[in-house]
């Protein structure tokens, strides 16, 4: 269904797609124009069975503004967007999606003219493959965000965008009950050059899955860094894939540490650490091995001496120059989660890579942890799903994995081959290990040589 660019001189057109499911493949654009520029408003829909979807827009002479309500239960998306340009040929965009196999409400109201744009809207998502992504582009900067989670997971986003002269991007996000974006975050990554990455596991049925965000601030000179992967062979399949152990099954983030950085950490020692029956000394201790099963006589990404230390007086989850490790109860099955910041500016780059500034590491106090692993276990209900308050994890191996994300690796379970690969410490958690697969070498060698 398509509506095209308006040049009538009308005070405004008021246009109304009202559709009730299924709706799959529906397209809209609405466009004006006058003599100070032109605007557009477009979207893209699909929604499933026990879904619906009402998009009002209305035109004035170089004006647009739309409403967009949209629900569902299956596999929807919903893709909307606003763009302008003056008579200078300046432009700018914001545009939303969101995605999931599963439950979709989302709302928004946009409003623009040549100059400029506004895009408010609220998104939650629970299923599975769920999906939302924001971004603004404007003359001087791009920011943009997106949120995801694998199966069985959720999430609810407030995030909206604005564009005129610059970009921003305002509100919040959490996915599996942890706040990933908030306006601290939107603020620290506004203020020039600067990406930030949010990694997490959670217990689903007998599985592990992968939660996150990743935002960035772009200035126009900025460059983007692309995410490696290893090489597959071209014939391998997911069955004869399976427990390989392969050198080449490794994802790296975009992002890296300078040479040697000799990396220290913080341990916060509070009460939700005394909690867990972890003491500072054993918890610095199973952290520290963690970090050193990244290093390699060649390698000195942790420091030597004095790699952990413990304080009752350090924040996590905030941008403050210190790498801290922390407990704190997440209302989820989320397992633990990791929070890098790195730059995007081109000039503090090492080699290829984005330059990673700080990496915090939260695990979830709702689980129980020990370094001893004869006290490991999962206690599932009878549908098979964990169950948190009886479960007690391997500190080492989930710390191993969070540190990965920290010096620059990425997950591999998500990939159509990789995560079949087992062996590798950035795949999942399906029993303790807490040493890298040959993947895992091979990425950060790649990585750091």
Request: charged letters at 15%; hydrophobic letters at 35%.
């Amino acid at each position: 269904m398509l509506y095209g660019k308006t040049t009538a001189a009308l005070s405004a057109v008021f246009l109304t797609l009202l559709l009730l499911s299924p709706a799959s493949g529906v397209n809209s654009n609405f466009g004006t124009e006058s003599s100070t520029g032109e605007v557009s408003i477009a979207g893209k829909y699909s929604i499933a069975q026990a879904g619906s979807l009402t998009d009002q827009a209305s035109l004035g002479l170089g004006t647009a503004s739309r409403k967009l309500e949209a629900s569902s239960d299956g596999q929807s998306t919903v893709t909307e967007s606003i763009s302008g340009r003056d008579s200078s040929k300046n432009s700018f965009s914001i545009s939303k999606t969101a995605s999931v196999d599963g439950r979709l409400q989302t709302s928004s109201s946009a409003m623009a003219t040549p100059q400029g744009g506004l895009l408010s809207q609220e998104t939650d998502l629970a299923g599975s493959g769920g999906l939302f992504a924001i971004q603004s582009d404007s003359p001087s900067n791009t920011m943009a965000a997106a949120a995801s989670f694998s199966d069985d997971g959720f999430l609810s986003s407030t995030i909206s965008g604005a564009a005129q002269d610059r970009s921003a991007l305002v509100g919040g996000a959490q996915v599996m009950g942890v706040s990933c974006f908030d306006q601290q975050s939107a603020d620290i990554l506004s203020s020039g050059d600067m990406g930030m990455t949010v990694s997490g596991l959670y217990m689903s049925g007998d599985g592990v899955q992968k939660f996150g965000l990743a935002a960035r601030n772009e200035e126009r000179s900025g460059q983007t860094a692309q995410t490696s992967y290893g090489t597959i062979p071209a014939d391998a399949d997911e069955d004869d894939y399976a427990n390989w152990n392969d050198p080449r099954a490794y994802v790296l983030q975009g992002y890296r540490w300078t040479n040697n950085p000799n990396l220290k950490l913080y341990l916060r020692t509070d009460t939700a650490l005394y909690a867990e029956g972890l003491s500072s000394v054993g918890a610095a201790g199973g952290i520290a091995i963690a970090a050193n099963a990244w290093d390699s006589p060649t390698r000195n990404l942790f420091a030597n001496t004095g790699l952990v230390t413990s304080s009752g007086y350090v924040s996590v989850d905030r941008y403050d120059g210190r790498n801290v490790h922390a407990w704190k109860k997440v209302y989820s099955d989320a397992l633990a989660y990791s929070r890098t910041y790195y730059t995007t500016r081109s000039d503090l780059k090492v080699g290829t890579y984005y330059r990673a500034l700080e990496s915090d590491v939260v695990y979830n106090a709702r689980w129980g942890w020990t370094t001893d692993l004869a006290k490991t276990r999962l206690v599932r209900d009878s549908q098979g799903n964990a169950i948190p308050e009886y479960s007690i994890l391997d500190l080492q191996t989930v710390a191993t994995h969070e540190l990965g994300h920290t010096v620059g690796m990425g997950d591999t379970y998500l990939h159509s081959l990789y995560k079949y690969d087992l062996a590798q410490i950035m795949g999942f958690y399906n029993a303790p290990q807490r040493s890298l697969g040959l993947g895992d070498a091979a990425g950060i060698k790649k990585l750091y040589g």
